[in-house]
């Protein structure tokens, strides 16, 4: 990140298209504050408001956001049902606001394992926006990237048996169109995956989808994340070089 704290100018023409979140530190936020950790993810909801509204008023066109991994179930479990209250809240309090801002919201995650009232929130969400035409809001919520490989994999050598795919065809185009990320289409792969609270690990988040993501790590801890400090990581991302493996023309 940048070392000064001042918001640098963006280059128009090179907003990311998709930007992934891991919203991390939450809980210490709280702790910080002598807060219960549930003050903590209250407090990162209202800032998905926050953040939403400043990433598509930058212009990007997806914003994923890693609201809960397959691994958070192994919480105490009053925090967990907390967790599992917040996209009912979410819609609740801010359906309106994003509606006004023409987002549309998706949910990507394997939803059967949740609460019927907190499916059915996420089902809400998506079917109230589901006209909008700005930026998409992606929810991953129980969202695991080798359980999503797994499932693919899965997926793929079902059709094989059944003799619908030739095993031979199996490229990276069929191994995508498998994928969660699959309704994003040509915007599937983050350009740009930034995690909070200073952390420098993928945990389990979009594994194939970020072969060739920039990556950024902010200090901040979810709640204390602003549009500023995204600006920051945002021009961050424009400084670099991207080469997807390959060679750039100056080299
Ligand atoms: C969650 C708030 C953000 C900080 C990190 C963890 C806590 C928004 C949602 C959500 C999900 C689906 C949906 C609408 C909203 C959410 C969970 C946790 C589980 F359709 N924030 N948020 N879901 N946190």
Known sequence: MFADKSTPALDPARIPAHVAIIMDGNGRWAKKRFLPRIAGHKAGMENVKVITKAASRMGIKVLTLYAFSTENWKRPDAE?????????DFFNVFM???????VRVQVMGELAALPAKTRQAAAAAEADTAQ???MILNFALNYGGRDELIEATRAIATEAAA???DPTAIDGDTVAAHLMTNRLG????PDLLIRTSGEER???FLLWQMAYSELVFAPEYWPDFTPSVL????????ARDRRFGGIDANS
């Open 80 to 88: 967990v049902n907390y967790l599992m209250s917040l996209p009912v």
């Open 202 to 204: 993928l945990s389990n």
């Open 163 to 165: 003799g619908t795919l």
């Open 132 to 134: 909008n035409t700005g």
């Open 231 to 238: 600006t920051r990581a945002v021009a961050d991302y424009q």
């Open 186 to 189: 040509a915007l599937a792969d």
């Open 96 to 102: 309106p606001e994003l509606i006004a801002e023409n």
